[in-house]
């Protein structure tokens, strides 16, 4: 039978929703337990909000000063630590996860399974490759510890009913001094986060301009939404890198997906492949994007975007 520990991904004392993704996943494997660890410098916030997921038998906390950065090197001997008397421990398959983990499965000396998209068997998982136009169906080994990320938009969050006991934990692990947190460089914005915004409308190498993105921004923000770019739009230095969507980009799963002036390359739909609703805007009708758009507008983004606008009222 499995038993499942879920590494908690948080950020200024609040949980990510990536964590209730990893909690769904971890429940198609219909394991024995599922208990979520928190490693901070005060969990206290963060495992509150954890113990809520349904579908969680405990939240473990660690705390230590030396937690108040997600370092994965700081991080992956503690979680290597706890993955004893685990059959499996998941982390998400964003940023955080995808530095953590590998870490950890590098520390247990197993393989690592990587953007587990759905659950076979309790060894057995399917993950996309190719930019996503291939599934691959993987084994990982029965005779250790499964280490794995989970593939965010293929999940969806776990409810928030539940109410789990929340257990200090004490990790006796060795912490690495060669890696440490010295700052951190980061854009800010009052939209919403691109990889959890529910409505995404994202810019491409057609917008023509950093300043002509404001339209998109305006937009944007006149419907809640977060902004994206295509990877064109950020090598032409219209948006910064964070924005790009794509397959070497941000890998998306918003309710609703508004595409403007983008063409609809395969490496730029990998990124949008579970959103809900597509939309284009674009002036070639021949553009691939109107391939797997679910509505699209035919027409120059500088007047159809101000006529929407107009619209919505
Ligand atoms: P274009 O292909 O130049 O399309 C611009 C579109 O704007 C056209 O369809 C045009 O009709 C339309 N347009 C122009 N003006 C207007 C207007 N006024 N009104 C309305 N429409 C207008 N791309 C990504 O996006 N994300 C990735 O993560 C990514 N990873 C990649 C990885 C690799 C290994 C490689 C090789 C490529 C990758 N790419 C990625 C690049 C990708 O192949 C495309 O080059 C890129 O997505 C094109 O961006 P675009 O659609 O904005 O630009």
Redesign the pocket.
């Known amino acids: 039978m499995s038993k499942v520990l879920i590494v908690a991904e948080h950020l200024d004392g609040k949980l990510n929703a990536s964590t209730a993704k990893c909690v769904t996943a971890a429940q198609a494997l219909s394991p024995e337990a599922i208990d979520i660890v928190v490693l901070a410098a005060d969990p206290a916030a963060v495992a509150a909000e954890a113990a809520q997921i349904d579908g969680v038998a405990r939240v473990l906390t660690v705390t230590n000063e030396a937690n108040a950065r997600a370092v994965a090197q700081v991080l992956a001997p503690q979680v290597a630590k706890l993955a004893d008397g685990y059959s499996h421990v998941f982390g998400p398959s964003t940023t955080f996860g995808k530095d953590l983990m590998p870490c950890v499965a590098a520390l247990l000396g197993v393989p690592q399974v990587s953007d587990v998209m759905s659950v076979e068997g309790s060894h057995t998982f399917k993950r996309p490759i190719y930019a996503g136009n291939a599934i691959i169906t993987v084994e990982a080994p029965t005779d250790s510890t499964v280490i794995a990320t989970v593939r965010t938009a293929s999940w969806s969050e776990a409810g928030k009913g539940g109410s789990a006991p929340v257990e200090a934990s004490d990790v006796q692990a060795e912490l690495p001094t060669h890696s440490r947190f010295i700052g951190l460089a980061a854009g800010s914005s009052d939209r919403p986060d691109l990889q959890s915004a529910k409505r995404v409308v994202s810019g ?3 917008v023509g301009s950093a300043e002509n993105f404001k339209i998109i921004y305006d937009f944007a923000d006149r419907i809640g939404a977060a902004v994206g770019a ?4 950020v090598d032409a230095g219209y948006v910064p890198n964070e924005m ?6 941000k890998i998306i799963a918003p309710e609703l997906y508004i595409a403007v ?5 395969i ?2 739909l990998t ?1 949008i492949k579970d959103a809900g609703t597509i939309v284009a ?4 009708a021949n ?1 691939a994007i109107f391939e797997i758009a679910d509505i699209g507008l035919v027409g ?3 007047k159809v975007l101000p006529e929407l606008e107009q619209a919505l009222g």
């Open positions: 491409g190498r057609g295509s990877r064109a739009a790009q969507v794509g397959q070497t980009g002036a983008i063409s609809g390359a490496q730029h990124g805007i674009n002036k070639d553009s120059d983004l500088f």
